[in-house]
């Protein structure tokens, strides 16, 4: 079991800047991918960033200003988010995933942080 508390989130002018946190506990034996998931209002939730097997991947409207990252120990996961923008706005949630049946399953998740831009 993993446990993941994220932290960091606010309100921020657009074109400003937020680092958000996710703290890990538990077994991570099993973890192959870390990422960050935002919900925005009316919309449905999006992987915005992730590490599997060490490689980093972003879904292209954030491609170029955030940044995910984690300690070797895979205890924490950071999104530092540069360049917000208004549509940056929503819950951002940590998740880890671990691989069963071929497929890389987001079986973790956070209690969700919540970011807010303002134009």
């Known amino acids: 079991q993993v446990q993941l508390v994220e932290s960091g989130g606010g309100l921020v002018q657009a074109g400003g800047s937020l680092r958000l946190s996710c703290a890990a506990s538990?077994?991570?034996?099993?973890?192959?991918?870390m990422a960050w998931y935002r919900q925005a209002p009316g919309k449905q939730r999006e992987r915005v960033a992730a590490i599997t097997f060490g490689i980093t991947s972003y879904v292209d409207s954030v491609r170029g200003r955030f940044t995910i990252s984690s300690t070797n120990a895979k205890n924490m996961v950071y999104l530092q988010m540069n360049s917000l923008k208004p549509e940056d706005t929503g819950v951002y949630y940590c998740s880890y995933g671990r691989h069963r049946d071929g497929v890389l399953s987001w079986d973790y998740w956070g209690q969700g942080t919540q970011v807010t831009v303002s134009s």
């Open positions: 538990g077994s991570f034996f099993t973890i192959n991918g």
